[in-house]
Structure formats: structure tokens, C-alpha cells
């Protein structure tokens, strides 16, 4: 089995700071793409950031200069930094990993339970 746990969510006020995180555990041989999703209520998730193995990076517009995201490969971690945190960045945020598991043939799409993360003063 492969579990993805993200934390850090929280509350902030706009200009703020956050930093979450997402591992990855169980029986992992590789993990291929790394990314953050985000839903606010009424609306579809969207991708906010994904980065590849290789290092690549790429971001949803509204959030490019703003949120950086980076990988540990040796920890099976993924953070995203989020700076100057804006009121329509509230959402529930997802990590999601594309990963190749003990036994299996073919790499699988994982998700994590959620953070909330809510921007407001």
C-alpha cells in the first residue's frame, strides 16, 4: 500500500506565509510526478504545481512567483512554499504523486486526504 499525509495547512492573513508538505510511505520503488492540487468549495481542483523527477517544474498562473515547489527524493517528500498569500487562495489543498509500488507493472496515480489552507484577515 502507498499512503500520501500532507500538514501545514492552516489559517493566514493575506501577505502571509505557508508551507506545506506531503510523504509518501509504503512500498514505493519510484516516484515519478510530485504535485499540489487545491479546491475551493464550489469550484473543480486544479493543478497548482507539479514537479518532476528530473527537477522541472510548473506552475498554475495565478500562483507562478508566488508559490514555489520543491522535492526531497530520498525522503519521498514534496513541500510547497506558498508566499503573499491572497484571499482567493483558499482552498483545500491535495498532494498527488504518480508512483511505481512493489509488484506493480505500471506507475499509479496517488492522492492525499487534504489540508485546508484559508487566507483571511
Known amino acids: 500500500q502507498v499512503q500520501l499525509v500532507e500538514s501545514g495547512g492552516g489559517l493566514v492573513q493575506p501577505g502571509g506565509s505557508l508551507r506545506l508538505s506531503c510523504a509518501a510511505s509504503?512500498?514505493?520503488?519510484?516516484?515519478?510526478?510530485m504535485g499540489w492540487y487545491r479546491q475551493a468549495p464550489g469550484k473543480q481542483r486544479e493543478l497548482v504545481a507539479v514537479?518532476?523527477?528530473?527537477?522541472?517544474?510548473n506552475y498554475l498562473d495565478s500562483v507562478n512567483g508566488r508559490f514555489t515547489i520543491s522535492r526531497d527524493n530520498a525522503k519521498n517528500m514534496v513541500y510547497l512554499q506558498m508566499n503573499s498569500l491572497k484571499p482567493e487562495d483558499t482552498a483545500v489543498y491535495y498532494c498527488?504523486?504518480?508512483?511505481?509500488?512493489?509488484?506493480?507493472?505500471?506507475?499509479?496515480?496517488?492522492w492525499g486526504q487534504g489540508t485546508q489552507v484559508t487566507v483571511s484577515s
Open positions: 498527488n504523486a504518480n508512483i511505481k509500488r512493489a509488484g506493480a507493472e505500471f506507475q499509479y496515480s496517488y
Open positions: 509504503g512500498s514505493i520503488v519510484i516516484i515519478y510526478d
Open positions: 514537479s518532476t523527477r528530473s527537477g522541472g517544474a
